[in-house]
């Protein structure tokens, strides 16, 4: 691991990351914790022979099955339905979401043709200037995100005006009494709509605003983004958590239920990520101060393992057990903070989860063991956490973590031409969507975490929450 940064923050959190990493290695022997995983998953037998260097090119032809699946079926489309082999548009007009969803995944996995041709299309035919409401946090997670690590990826121009054009189209949803966004802009008119929302919608912002400022110069995006996340904080409860719904107008919440899963998740990520990235002083408190409330109240150690719950945001009292394939991001959150003992164990309950269905649940009740939602989207969430947690621990149990993974999603999730989500993870009953994340991130963290280390530095670059890696340079 590099040290030398000029990043203090960043300094700080490695060299803690590094220090709980050499005591791990001191206590116990690498794969300790128990037998690995692979050996009683019934592995098929060519997977469980697999090289790291075979396991990171059979990912890779996969991905390359995916995108051909695209290419033929959906081009210049946001989204292949896989099953019908069709397309999807998630509003008016297209976005070229997967295209730019997937850009940097291939320029990482070597496809540098792909790359290059996509990157033309993409300057060639996307365009902002549409009358369309969209979503401000989806857009920014994987649009904004997707065009900025390309343009550092490639150091093409075109795309860097692209995010700043995007940008400049989606500060509006900032004009709102509390400066905390609303849901949704238009890209054309700058109206907004949308004041009900949740802390993930209004805090995971700021990597991607934030690179814009550092990359374009202009202050403005950094200076929005940050006061939305500081008015999320600074509306925590008096015992440090925050609720699931909050009404940007009013300032108050609409739902106090706590937890670290969808509709807060990244808000934590990103204190995190923005402290790392930009040695943002306020992002490193605000986390610290979250993190300890969220591990005094929201933790929970139960007979099936040690897990994070739900539990309301004013008393810190339980509300209920559930657990799912959003939460599963956490592990690795934990591990790139530095606590690599509260990380590995829940990402071995994540990887109970996965196991016990035989493919991850969106949600369980985690006392019970019982499926809560019985779906599987083609999340990434476990999969990046096992991905930190190799990086950190080296501990070979994570790669054997993520042949089961590749075992599983190509059992389950294939088809002729490209993959598809469940609806039924005990029937395992297909249905026709392939979100781009899974080209954007399941596919890149199973394909990193079967490469060597300098395929991507982590020392150098921070993820936003949809996997595009962020260069601190700029
Ligand atoms: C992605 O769009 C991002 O990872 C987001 O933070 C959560 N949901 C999906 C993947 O599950």
């Avoid at 998953?41 to 051909?68: N, S």
């Avoid at 060639?124 to 649009?143: G, P, W």
């Avoid at 860097?160 to 509006?172: E, M, N, Q, S």
């Avoid at 940007?248 to 923005?274: C, F, M, N, R």
Wanted: glycine share 6%; hydrophobic share 40%.
């Amino acid at each position: 691991m590099n040290l030398r940064t000029p990043f203090a923050a960043s300094t700080i959190f490695i060299l803690i990351a590094t220090l709980a990493q050499l005591a791990t290695a001191q206590v116990m022997p690498r794969g300790n914790q128990s037998s690995p995983p692979g050996s009683s998953a019934g592995l098929a037998p060519d997977i469980a022979a697999a090289t790291d260097a075979e396991m990171a090119d059979r990912v890779r032809q996969e991905f390359r099955h995916a995108w051909e699946g695209y290419k033929q079926y959906a081009w210049g489309h946001d989204e292949l339905k896989p099953l019908s082999k069709s397309y999807h548009d998630w509003y008016a007009k297209s976005l070229l979401m997967t295209p730019v969803d997937a850009l940097d995944t291939m320029a990482l996995m070597g496809m540098t043709d792909d790359a290059a041709k996509t990157r033309d299309y993409i300057a060639a035919n996307l365009s902002f200037d549409q009358d369309i409401y969209v979503k401000n946090f989806e857009i920014t997670i994987r649009m904004l995100g997707g065009l900025l690590s390309s343009y550092q990826l490639s150091g093409d121009k075109r795309l860097l005006a692209l995010a700043d054009d995007l940008g400049t189209r989606l500060l509006p949803a900032f004009n709102s009494p509390t400066g905390m966004p609303y849901v949704d802009v238009n890209l054309k008119t700058g109206a907004v709509r949308g004041v009900e929302t949740n802390p993930a919608e209004v805090g995971t912002l700021l990597i991607e605003f934030g690179m814009l400022t550092k990359l374009t110069g202009r202050t403005v995006y950094y200076e929005r983004a940050k006061r939305a996340v500081s008015e999320l904080y600074k509306r925590r409860s008096r015992i440090g958590l925050v609720g699931s719904g909050i009404n940007i107008s009013t300032g108050q919440w609409t739902d106090p239920v706590s937890h670290i899963g969808g509709g807060i998740d990244s808000y934590y990520e990103y204190l995190l990520k923005a402290s790392l990235l930009f040695d943002d002083k306020d992002c490193q408190r605000m986390w610290t101060s979250s993190i300890e409330a969220v591990n005094k109240y929201l933790a929970d150690e139960v007979s099936t393992g040690f897990w994070y719950g739900q539990a309301n945001m004013n008393t810190g009292d339980r509300a209920s057990t559930y657990f799912g394939a959003l939460d599963a991001f956490f592990p690795g959150t934990l591990a790139l903070s530095g606590d690599l003992d509260r990380a590995r164990k829940l990402e071995d309950s994540a990887y109970k989860m996965w196991t016990t269905f035989g493919i991850e649940p969106e949600e369980i009740n985690y006392k019970k063991m019982t499926i809560a939602a019985n779906g599987y989207e083609l999340r990434p969430e476990i999969i990046e956490s096992a991905f930190y947690l190799y990086r950190f621990t080296h501990d070979p149990r994570y790669r054997e973590m993520g042949k089961v993974f590749f075992d599983s999603l190509t059992k389950y999730c294939r088809t002729d031409v490209a993959y598809a989500a469940l609806s039924d993870v005990k029937r395992k009953t297909k249905k026709d969507e392939m979100e781009s994340f899974f080209l954007a991130e399941t596919l890149k963290y199973l394909y990193l975490l079967f490469s060597p280390d300098n395929t991507l530095d982590l020392s150098r670059n921070v993820f936003n929450t949809e996997a595009h890696p962020m260069r601190k340079v700029w």
